[in-house]
C-alpha cells in the first residue's frame, strides 16, 4: 500500500516509519521542515517526502494523490502561541478535506484515553479531532492510548528524571490519579495491525497495558525496577502552579508543557476494555516489563526517538533552514582556530559533545549557566542529547539545537535555545587539518550588547579551553 504517514517527525512517527517500510508499504512521509527528518538509506527507496503543513492548505498540494491509507499523528499541544485546541482542529480539517479528494481507504488516528467527563483541555482537543475526522468520506480508527511508557518518551522521561533525582518526595495529590501505561512497542503493534482491517472501521479503541496504577505506583514500581529505594509523600497543599513548577525545575520538561501535563494527570485515563487486544491477538506488556525494556535500550545506546528532540521541548519554532545561515552583519563574534594532527578523532570527539559527555572544559560553568537558564523559564541542561556518539539535523543537545551535522563536511552547527536577549550560534568544523570554533552572537537592543560583554570573560576562559581539548 501507499501509506501517508504525519508527524513522522514526532516520537510515534519515527519509530512507525521502518516498521511500515519493513512491511512492504511505500511511504510517503509528510512534514512541515524536511531538514528535520533523517530517513536511514536502507529505506530511502520505499519513501518519498512531501513538505506540507497542515495549518496551511496551499502546502498540501505537495503530497501525492494517490494515497490508500494514512496515519494522523499530529498534535499542537506544545503550542506556544495562539489555541493548541483551535490550531489541532484547523489541521485536522484540512486533512480531512484534502483525504476527501484521494482514494484513501483507511485513516489510522492515535489520541488519548477520553472516558472521563471532566476532560483536560488537551483530551478535549483531542475529542474534536477524533470527531472532525469522523466526517471524512472515509473510515477512521481511532486508538486511544494513555501514558506510553518507552526509552524517549515524555512519561518515561519524566518518571525517570523525578525517581533517579528524588530519594524523597513531596508530591501533588495528583499522583492517586490512576492510569493504564502501554509499552511503547505495543502502541506500534496496535498501529501496524489496525491498518487495514475492516473490522476496526468507523470505531474507537482504548489501548492500554494489563496494569491499572496510580501515578505513585508508577514511580514506585520505577524504583523497583531500578533497584531504589523512594520515599513518597502525597500533599493537597501544593496548586495546579506550584505542580507545573514541580516538573518544571526537576525534569526537562519545559515549562509549557508541564502545565498541560499537570492539567492532564488530574484525570484518570483508564480502558473501558480490551476489546481490539483481543482481536488483534495481541498480549500488551506489563508496565515494569515496559521499564526493562526501555532501560535496554537506554544501555544499548539504541534509541530510536526521544520527545526531546521534538520542537516541544525548546523554543525554536520556525525551520531550521531558517537559521542555518549563520549571520554577521551586527553580530558578535568568537572565533578559535587550532592545528589538529588527526581530523577524524577530533571530529568524533566534537560527535559526542553535551549530555553525558559534557563540553570537555569547566562542565560546572556550563551547568550553572543551565541552571540560571531554568530560573529564567528557559530549558536548562537536563535535555542531554537522545544517542551518545550521533547526531542528526533537529535533535537537541543540552540547551542548543543542531540545525546542521555533516560528518562528511566535517561541520556541526548548533543552535542557541536558552533564554537570551537575542540569538546565538556555536559551530565547529574542520578544514584543512584546523578545527575552527566559532560562536556568534546577534544582539537585540541594549540587553543584548550588554549581555554580550558581561559574559566575555567567561567565553574567554570556558571557549579557549573547549577547543584546547578538542583539539589535544
Sequence with gaps: MKILLTGVTGYIGK???????????EVICCVRDRTR?????????????????FLD????????????????????MSSRSGSFQDMEQQAA?????????????????LSGIINDRNLSKHLESRKQVENILSDGNFPVTTLRAGVIIGSGSASFEIIRDLVEKLPVMIAPRWLKTRSQPIAVRDVLRFLEKTLGDERTFHSNF?????????YKQMLEQYADVRGLRRLIIPVPVLSPRLSSYWLYFVTSTSYSLAVKLVDSMKVDVTCRDHRLAEMLNIKPLTYK??????????????????WKDSMISGRLSSRLSKHVQVPNEGC???????????????????????????????DWLWHIRGFIDKLSGGVGLRRGRTSVDDIKSGDTLDFWRVLLADREKQRLLLYAEMKLPGEAWLEFRVSDNKLI????????????????????PFHYFIFNGMINRLAE
Design 57 to 76: 492548505p496551499d502546502s498540501l498540494s505537495s503530497i501525492p494523490l494517490d494515497i490508500d491509507a494514512a496515519y494522523y499523528l499530529i498534535h499542537s
Design 15 to 25: 519509530r512507525l516509519l521502518p516498521l511500515l517500510v519493513e512491511n512492504g508499504h
Design 437 to 456: 570554533q566559532e560562536a556568534t552572537f546577534r544582539p537585540k537592543g541594549v540587553w543584548g550588547r550588554l549581555y554580550w560583554f558581561l559574559v566575555l
Design 206 to 214: 482504548d489501548i492500554g497495558g494489563p496494569d491499572v496504577l496510580t
Design 37 to 53: 527528518l533523517y530517513v536511514d538509506p536502507s529505506l530511502q527507496d520505499r519513501v518519498q517526502v512531501a513538505e506540507a503543513d
Design 289 to 306: 516489563k515496559a521499564v526493562s525494556l526501555a532501560f535496554r535500550k537506554i544501555d544499548q545506546n539504541t534509541i530510536l526517538s526521544s
Design 93 to 109: 480539517r484540512n486533512f480531512r478535506d484534502y483525504m476527501n479528494r484521494t482514494p484513501v481507504k483507511h485513516v489510522v488516528y
Design 332 to 362: 558578535f563574534k568568537d572565533r578559535k582556530e587550532r592545528k589538529v594532527a588527526h581530523p577524524e578523532i577530533v571530529m568524533s570527539r566534537i560527535w559526542r559533545i553535551g549530555g553525558e559527555t559534557g563540553w570537555y572544559y569547566s
